[in-house]
């Protein structure tokens, strides 16, 4: 069983810095045992991918409306796998999730992650 928690969610100007943090909590593992997925929604439109980081850092991969924009990392002190704002945007605006892929699909695709945490809401001013 694995817990995730998203928080960093808030009102963000665009351009300015800002990173939101997923607590992954497993027993007798660490946050870099896990592919780790972000993912967004906004109003009105499906879910999309935003970026994963693979197991130990292997890789990382980034949706292209995000590419050279926003950054991953996974912080093992805190348990925590990061999602850094280099520049957003007001298209940015939703609510991200992030998730543990499990398989069976490419990194990019949400059907292979589970373990979806609850939501944070990023809302970006111009």
């Known amino acids: 069983q694995v817990h995730l928690a998203e928080s960093g969610g808030r009102l963000v100007k665009a351009g300015n810095f800002h990173e939101l943090s997923c607590e992954v909590r497993?027993?007798?593992?660490?946050?870099?045992?896990?592919?780790l997925g972000w993912f967004r929604q906004a109003p009105g439109k499906p879910r999309e991918f935003v970026a994963f980081?693979?197991?130990?850092?292997?890789?990382?991969g980034f949706a292209d409306s995000v590419k050279g924009r926003f950054t991953v990392a996974t912080a093992p002190y805190k348990a925590a796998f990061l999602l850094q704002m280099l520049d957003p945007r007001p298209e940015d605006t939703a609510v991200y999730y992030c998730?543990?892929?499990?398989?069976?699909?490419?990194?990019?695709?949400?059907?292979?992650?589970?373990?979806w945490g609850q939501g944070t809401q990023v809302t970006v001013s111009s």
């Open positions: 980081i693979e197991a130990r850092g292997a890789s990382v």
């Open positions: 497993a027993v007798g593992r660490t946050v870099r045992d896990f592919t």
């Open positions: 998730a543990v892929h499990q398989g069976g699909t490419s990194f990019y695709d949400p059907k292979g992650y589970a373990y």
